[in-house]
């Protein structure tokens, strides 16, 4: 028993001096067979003196704003950033649209905007009928014409009718001023009018709905 003992202790003892030295040889496990390490020579352990990972020192000021990494570097100082459309991507800008309707229209309103653009229609009318004038009358028109019904209309008592003395020109001014102003009262009149049958339909179907575009 004794013996038994001692031969333990003795492997036991070489086998903590094989440890040390760092070289592991043969060892005996419970059963007495003896067993071989073939791994050969092992490097010694070495110790970790770095800190550890809470006691790192921040990137950056103490106490700053945290910055996360970026995936891509900031651009050179004084140059604009320039975005690079992805490929195949919709590189023309959407037009924004937008759907209104004109629910009401003031008749005030609609009888002021009437009542001026009536007067300038009025004003180039009479313009219009001026200038007509003059090239009919530069080209000879009138003397031609009225001859023509002079000879027709005339007889031995009478020259006929007279069409250049009934086409001057300040007689064909009043006349078209005379049609200018009924045509300002006119306009002015049925638009306003207008406002009003339109307000009247407005509240039974909503309205004329206009689709309004961004300009590009």
Not at 86 to 111: H, I
Request: net charge neutral; hydrophobic share 40%; glycine share 12%.
């Amino acid at each position: 028993m004794s013996g038994a003992t001692g031969a333990g202790s003795a492997a036991a003892g070489a086998s903590a001096g094989a440890g040390a030295n760092g070289a592991r040889g043969s060892a005996t496990d419970s059963q007495g067979v003896a067993v071989t390490d073939t791994r050969g020579q092992q490097p010694p352990y070495e110790t970790y003196s770095g800190p550890l990972p809470g006691e790192r020192p921040q990137s950056g000021q103490s106490g700053g704003p945290y910055h996360p990494p970026q995936a891509y570097g900031a651009p050179a100082s004084g140059t604009a950033a320039v975005r690079v459309p992805r490929t195949g991507a919709r590189t023309t800008p959407r037009t924004r649209k937008a759907r209104l309707r004109v629910a009401k229209a003031d008749p005030w309103s609609v009888m002021k905007v009437s009542f001026l653009l009536s007067i300038a229609l009025g004003i180039c009318t009479v313009v219009a009928a001026a200038v007509l004038w003059m090239v009919m009358d530069a080209m000879g028109v009138f003397s031609t014409v009225g001859g023509t019904i002079s000879e027709a209309t005339g007889s031995n008592e009478s020259n006929g009718f007279d069409l250049q003395s009934f086409l001057s020109l300040p007689r064909v001014l009043m006349f078209t001023s005379v049609i200018a102003v009924i045509d300002v009262v006119l306009m002015t009149a049925l638009a306003t009018l207008g406002a009003f049958i339109y307000n009247l339909s407005a509240g039974f179907v909503g309205g004329v709905e206009l689709t309004l575009a961004e300009d590009e």
